[in-house]
Nanobody, 124 residues
Framework: QVQLVESGGGLVQAGGSLRLSCAASGRSATNMGWFRQAPGKEREFVGG????????AYADSVKGRFGISRDNAKNTVYLQMNSLKPEDTAVYFC???????????????????WGQGTQVTVSS
């Protein structure tokens, strides 16, 4: 079992930055993903990082603006969001996948554990 708690969401003006954190408890050695869901839209992949090697992958919509890092000693994953746009407004979720894969999965169904989500609102 893995429990995930996100924090760091809030309201920010366009062009601003936020850093989300996802603290995991329970089993470690998981690949982690960040997803988001805006009202009326499906949940979409934002980015992810592997346990082994720290390989990261990003959605095209956030490449160059968002960065993912992890502190395995603290069992915490971070999503640094820069140059935020109004279209980034959504509830952001972190998710865990118990795998040793060196590849990040973009499929939300591949992740068994989810946090409660944190709201990010970007004003224009």
């Amino acid at each position: 079992q893995v429990q995930l708690v996100e924090s760091g969401g809030g309201l920010v003006q366009a062009g601003g930055s936020l850093r989300l954190s996802c603290a995991a408890s329970g089993r470690s050695a998981t690949n982690m993903g960040w997803f988001r869901q805006a009202p009326g839209k499906e949940r979409e992949f934002v980015g992810g990082i592997t346990w082994r090697g720290g390989n990261a992958a990003y959605a095209d919509s956030v490449k160059g603006r968002f960065g993912i890092s992890r502190d395995n000693a603290k069992n915490t994953v971070y999503l640094q969001m820069n140059s935020l746009k109004p279209e980034d407004t959504a509830v952001y979720f972190c998710a865990a996948r118990l795998t040793a894969s060196m590849s990040v999965s973009l499929d939300p169904d591949a992740y068994a554990y989810w946090g409660q989500g944190t709201q990010v609102t970007v004003s224009s």
